[in-house]
């Protein structure tokens, strides 16, 4: 007797129909964007853009590596001032100093460059969707970069707060990177931001009352006044009358007797 499996199995039928789950899996995780945006939204405190001096790594500890701050040097140029290890890592090298442009193709500079200056004059956040060139060993590697506008210490546009995000480099050499799309989003200020407006209607109905009110003060110091006149005048009369009675009364001597 033999034990054994038998080819048609329902387990070998269906054998090719597993789904590997890494397909489903998304290939650049933004997570790290969105948390810095947020972290950057709330240092805002009313302020149309935050400080340069309000970055605390501490609030950035889970992305930290994946974080860098750039200056702005010239009109469409700005280079990196600090950088996380995975930054560097993508640029096999490290990046201190180096414009953000060296990570591009020639083509995309242009556009890296505008997206820039956009940036610090608007200012404006900048969301860029990028890929590697692909090479004969390996296909091409989507990334993700977002940069988002800083004050520095005179009070000027010209620092950032980036994150980059990509699948990695596992050949450790220094990747070039194309530019699928850009997304600008200016920074509106708070105070430019709508508030309550009373309509039309509301402000005229206001406008209304206020006027009512008013008149219906007036009226009522009107009517104090006249009472007091009326008071004052029959006063006056009351005066007057007694007067002239004493004026009509015959003067005559009284005579006071004592028998102390």
Do not use: C
């Not at 054998?15 to 397909?23: C, P, R």
């Not at 970055?55 to 990196?80: K, Y």
């Not at 640029?91 to 953000?100: D, F, L, N, S």
């Not at 193709?105 to 556009?111: E, G």
């Amino acid at each position: 007797m033999f034990f054994g499996g038998n080819k048609n199995t329902g387990q070998e039928k269906n054998h090719g129909k597993v789904v590997a789950m890494d397909n489903f899996r998304a290939h650049v995780p933004v997570s790290a964007l969105r948390q810095a945006e947020a972290y950057w939204t709330a240092l805002r405190r009313g302020d149309d853009v935050p400080n340069r001096s309000q970055i605390d790594p501490r609030g950035l500890e889970n992305i930290l590596s994946q974080t860098f701050i750039l200056e702005r040097v010239a009109p469409g140029i700005a280079r990196f001032r600090l950088a996380g290890q995975k930054v560097n890592e993508m640029a096999g090298m490290e990046v201190r100093g180096m414009p953000i442009t060296a990570f591009f193709t020639p083509d995309a500079r242009k556009q890296m460059s505008a997206a820039l200056e956009h940036m610090f004059e608007a200012p404006a956040v900048v969301e860029i969707e990028m890929q590697t060139e692909a090479t004969r060993m390996r296909g091409p590697q989507n990334a993700r970069m977002l940069l988002l506008p800083l004050r520095s210490d005179l009070g000027d546009v010209s620092r950032a707060l980036g994150v980059f995000v990509s699948e990695g480099n596992p050949t450790g050499t220094s990747q070039r990177f194309t530019i699928n799309s850009i997304e600008m989003r200016a920074v509106t200020k708070v105070s430019e931001e709508p508030g309550f407006k009373a309509h039309a209607r509301d402000q005229e109905q206001a406008t209304t009352g206020a006027d009512k009110s008013a008149r219906t003060e007036g009226s009522f110091l009107q009517e104090a006044r006249k009472l007091l006149d009326e008071k004052n005048q029959s006063n006056s009369q009351v005066d007057a009358k007694s007067a002239s009675q004493d004026k009509k009364r015959p003067s005559h001597l009284r005579l006071v007797i004592s028998r102390d």
